[in-house]
Every structure is written in C-alpha cells, then in structure tokens.
T-cell receptor, first 119, second 113 residues
Framework: AQKITQTQPGMFVQEKEAVTLDCTYD???????LFWYKQPSSGEMIFLIY??????QNATEGRYSLNFQKARKSANLVISASQLGDSAMYFC????????????????FGKGTKLSVIP | GAGVSQSPSNKVTEKGKDVELRCDPI?????LYWYRQSLGQGLEFLIY????????KSGLPSDRFSAERTGGSVSTLTIQRTQQEDSAVYLC???????????FGQGTRLTVV
C-alpha cells in the first residue's frame, strides 16, 4: 500500500485565489513528520512546511498552511493568494520515527501534484 | 559549503559503462538520502544512511546499484553496467536526525545512450 497518496495529478488556480493540494498518508507509527516540497521546472526541491504528528497546532509558513487532520490521516497544503511563481510540482512526504528514532527513518514521497497558476 | 553539493550536474554515458555520482552533504548532517526521479515522475527512494548505522538499502532497484558513505560525510552512488532505464535525475538529500526538513542537492541528470 502506498504510504503517501496525492490524488490530484494536476490543479489549476486563478492568480490571487487560494488552492488546496491534497495529501493522505498511511502509517501505524505514532511518531512521524509530514513535509511539503515544491519543485519548479528548474528541478530543485524546495522545502515549504513541516508538521509533526504530536504538534497541537496546524503549521503555517507565510502563504503556506498545512491542514492537518490526524484522525483522517490527511495533511493538505493550502496556498493562499496564489502567485504565478507558485506554478510547480508539489510533493507531500512523510518520515516515520520522527521523534522516537525507531524505524528506518526513510523519507517517503507521494507522486506529486502539478499546480498551474493562471493570470 | 552551505548546501548539499552533487557532482557531476550532468552525465552522459554509454550503455554498459559504470558511473559514479557524488554527494557532499551539509556539514554535521548525519542522515543522507539518495532518490531517483524519472521524467515527470515522483521521487523513488534508493538508499538511506544514518550515522554509523547499517544503511537502509531497501530501495535499490538491482544489484547493479550500490552506495557508500565514507567517514560519515561524502557519499558515492555507483551504477554498474548502466542501462537506458537508468536514465533519470539522481537527487541526494541530507538532514539532522530528529529534526525537520531534508535539504536537497541540485541533482545529477544521468543519460544513458
């Protein structure tokens, strides 16, 4: 079974609008971390935001926020006030054993969502 | 250097040749990851090193692939007898164990002709 599922291969959003990119995950480890990365056409992987499984509040970083619903095992990325420069691939990732140090500590990625911002 | 450094940035090789890809992680980072990204695809995990522990090799696609990390720092990914399906971008990342994000290098674009 896939550990990270991103069901939206592609998304379009109007400039200045908000957009939500979906991510669901599967783990039995109570200690894990969730990450979102952005990959523009230039290819570099840019870290956006992080949510720990024990964090009480949803993470926010500027225009990025993470809608963390632990019971539903979802960690959706919300981008507010979209900009043309937000057009890129977005990857959700999970690391198990984030706090406990147990497990393989592997960082597993979803297949990504291609976001296109329309002027 | 300040970031993860990978070399070469591009490599074209003939089918059947061996190649070595190098990753220099951020100083002090104990965790090092290798990933492969084929055109338009997500990241495929290859191998993970953590300090002096035995590496997690569960993602290596075949015995033609191997990796080592010397002195807990620089890592080399070796692909023997390259095949055309090995063509991809090979990404290296490093992180502090128990901390947050992994930092990625710019990748090595491997083309097997």
């Amino acid at each position: 079974a896939q550990k990270i599922t991103q069901t939206q291969p592609g998304m379009f959003v109007q400039e200045k609008e908000a957009v939500t990119l979906d991510c669901t995950y599967d783990t039995s480890d109570p200690s894990y971390g969730l990450f979102w990365y952005k990959q523009p056409s230039s290819g570099e992987m840019i870290f956006l935001i992080y949510q720990g499984s024990y964090d009480q509040q949803n993470a926010t970083e500027g225009r990025y926020s993470l809608n963390f619903q632990k019971a539903r095992k979802s960690a959706n990325l919300v981008i507010s006030a979209s900009q043309l420069g937000d057009s890129a691939m977005y990857f959700c990732a999970m690391r198990e054993g984030q706090y406990s140090g147990a497990g393989s500590y592997q960082l597993t990625f979803g297949k990504g969502t291609k976001l296109s911002v329309i002027p | 250097g300040a970031g993860v450094s990978q070399s070469p940035s591009n490599k074209v090789t003939e089918k059947g040749k061996d190649v070595e890809l190098r990753c220099d992680p951020i100083s002090g980072h104990t965790a090092l990851y290798w990933y492969r990204q084929s055109l338009g695809q997500g990241l495929e995990f290859l191998i993970y090193f953590q300090g002096n522990s035995a590496p997690d090799k569960s993602g290596l696609p075949s015995d033609r692939f191997s990796a080592e990390r010397t002195g807990g720092s620089v890592s080399t990914l070796t692909i023997q007898r390259t095949q055309q399906e090995d063509s991809a971008v090979y990404l290296c990342a490093s992180s502090l164990r128990g901390h947050t994000e992994a930092f990625f290098g710019q990748g090595t674009r491997l083309t097997v002709v």
